[in-house]
């Protein structure tokens, strides 16, 4: 039986094969699978927002942000035995829920939460090698860190592994 | 975090807020509604989509802004039996089982605005305060996915989720609401003075 370890929102967490890392559905939330498939650890970011400099306070749940959490799970990765130069990831999420007639970028946050999420990878010099992205839909999504595939579940979208 | 006396006070609004948009969906619907005793919540973000039956449960959802001197998000949120039996109820039709037509999510929308109307009206006469609610947006999906968006709004503020929550129901045809007020940060130190409540920061 596998494991299957649970990543709730503003979550992150690192583990070593055999396990499911999962998160129930995502919407404007955007989930960072990261993987090193040498040493089969994998690492699941649950992330609701994308930028940690327009936290209303300084001190905060570093999960939530993309900024703050990914170098937070790439840090655990690398407790467990990964090798932070190896790491890939896939990424999935990030859906525009309600079509909200505003010109305020903050209603937008699964677009933004995407972006970031893309420019704080390539800032850590990590590859996406697949996404699911963007859209107006929920995903539950589960990573296998034996195999390092992502399972894609929707409602009425069809399911997919990337 | 809150006084004890600050919490009653926002259940107070709450019940305000409540009674009025029960009084609305009962005209509305020409049946009798119960309603639950609003709560004030500070719960785990995770933790939300477990008072609407989990994070993959299929809802509704009814999302307004709220904006003028206090803002912050409604969200309506209709289980989907409960929807279509809402449905069923106001326009004799069975709904199909996998999803809404315009018609149908219209209807749903209507109503969710109306009780989001009400419940706003009341809490802007109590406080003396002005407020107006943004055009209604619907969803209908997982739960998870759709209290995500309001929550997010939130998470830049807090890092646990702030909500006064009730629940509207009518036992004879199964409808049900659960209904969420998610104010901004500074909109409830904002509402808390208006009422007379004094902060203790």
Redesign the interface.
């Known amino acids: 039986m596998i494991e299957t370890v649970r990543v709730g929102m503003a979550e992150y967490k690192a583990a070593r094969s055999p396990v499911v890392l999962i998160s129930l559905g995502l919407g404007s939330c955007v989930g960072v699978a990261l993987y090193d498939s040498a040493k089969k650890i994998g690492g699941l970011a649950h992330i609701m927002l994308p930028d940690s400099n327009l936290s209303g306070r300084r001190d905060f749940n570093p999960g939530k942000f993309a900024d703050t959490a990914i170098d937070m799970l790439i840090g655990d990765m690398d407790k467990i035995g990964a090798d932070p130069k190896r790491i890939t990831a896939k990424i999935a999420g990030g859906a525009q829920m309600f079509q909200i007639k505003s010109d305020n970028s903050i209603m937008q946050i699964g677009k933004r939460n995407v972006e970031a999420v893309r420019s704080k990878l390539a800032t850590l010099n990590v590859k996406i090698i697949s996404e699911d992205v963007e859209g107006n839909y929920g995903r539950t999504i589960e990573f296998n860190c034996e195999t390092g595939e992502l399972k894609i579940k929707t409602v009425g979208h069809g399911l997919k592994i990337i | 975090m809150f006084s004890d006396m600050e919490l009653d006070a926002l259940r107070e609004i709450g019940n305000i807020g409540a009674g009025n948009a029960a009084t609305a969906l009962s005209l509305l619907l020409s049946k009798r509604i119960s309603m639950e005793v609003p709560r004030v919540a500070i719960i ?3 933790d939300v ?1 477990d008072i609407v039956g ?3 449960n ?1 809802v509704t ?1 009814i ?1 307004m ?1 709220i904006t003028g001197d206090i803002s912050g998000n409604i969200l309506i949120i209709i289980p989907q039996k409960n929807a279509c039996n809402l449905l069923y109820y106001l326009l004799k039709q069975k709904p199909e089982e ?2 809404f037509s315009a018609m149908e999510e219209s209807a749903l929308t209507e109503v969710g605005n109306i009780i989001a109307s009400s419940f706003v009206a009341a809490l802007s006469d109590f406080a003396k305060l002005s407020m107006k609610i ?2 209604p ?13 309001p ?3 939130y ?5 646990t989720a702030f909500f006064i929550e009730t629940e509207f129901a009518e036992g004879i045809d199964d409808i049900n609401f659960h209904f969420f007020l998610i104010p901004d ?1 500074e909109s409830l130190k904002v509402l808390l003075k208006a009422i007379g409540v004094s902060l203790f920061d």
Do not use: N, Q, V
Request: glycine share 14%.
């Open positions: 785990p973000f995770d989509s989990g994070p993959e299929l959802g999302f802004r996998s999803y943004t055009t947006s619907f969803a209908y999906d997982m739960a998870g996915a759709i209290l995500s968006f929550l997010s709004l998470g830049y503020m807090g890092d940060d």
